[in-house]
């Protein structure tokens, strides 16, 4: 598997460590080694990451990547534990939209977009900023 298929910035928990990967991704697309000072010189100013330390930070990051056997492995774990995030977050909208709805909002159109966001979810592995009609979706695909 290449990573950088499945695995987006958006899907770490921690969005530092997007920054980070983020950063790797671009480093190495211009044919840099990823380093602990290219990525110091990527990352830059970042505040979060100037809170914390950021060459000791990315020095303890790389120690604790050295022992990571199968990279692919736990790029999936990363990337399963970010679509179970996603799955919570729409679980939630959706009871959330069922207990305030009125009696003009129609129980399938609820069904509708929560059937486009699974949709959306299982096939991007990100949850869009807006959601369209299942059956709309399935005609422009």
């Given at each position: 598997?290449?990573?950088?298929e499945f695995l987006l910035?958006?899907?770490?928990?921690?969005?530092?460590?997007?920054?980070?990967?983020?950063?790797?991704?671009?480093?190495?697309?211009?044919?840099?080694?990823?380093?602990?000072?290219?990525?110091?010189?990527?990352?830059?100013?970042?505040?979060?990451?100037?809170?914390?330390?950021?060459?000791?930070?990315?020095?303890?990051?790389?120690?604790?990547?050295?022992s990571i056997v199968n990279?692919?492995?736990?790029?999936?774990?990363?990337?399963?534990?970010?679509?179970?995030?996603?799955?919570?977050?729409?679980?939630?909208?959706?009871?959330?939209?069922?207990?305030?709805?009125?009696?003009?909002?129609?129980?399938?159109?609820?069904?509708?977009?929560?059937?486009?966001?699974?949709?959306?979810?299982?096939?991007?592995?990100?949850?869009?900023?807006?959601?369209?009609?299942?059956?709309?979706?399935?005609?422009?695909?």
């Amino acid at each position: 598997y290449n990573i950088n298929e499945f695995l987006l910035p958006e899907h770490f928990y921690e969005p530092l460590h997007g920054k980070i990967y983020k950063s790797i991704n671009l480093i190495i697309s211009k044919g840099i080694s990823a380093t602990v000072i290219s990525l110091k010189n990527m990352l830059g100013n970042e505040l979060a990451f100037e809170e914390i330390g950021r060459v000791d930070y990315l020095a303890k990051l790389t120690t604790l990547a050295l022992s990571i056997v199968n990279v692919n492995e736990y790029c999936k774990i990363v990337y399963d534990l970010a679509l179970r995030r996603y799955l919570i977050q729409i679980g939630e909208k959706i009871v959330t939209n069922a207990y305030s709805s009125t009696l003009a909002d129609l129980a399938i159109s609820q069904i509708e977009t929560a059937e486009s966001q699974l949709y959306d979810l299982g096939s991007r592995g990100t949850l869009s900023k807006g959601f369209i009609k299942l059956q709309t979706s399935i005609e422009e695909s």
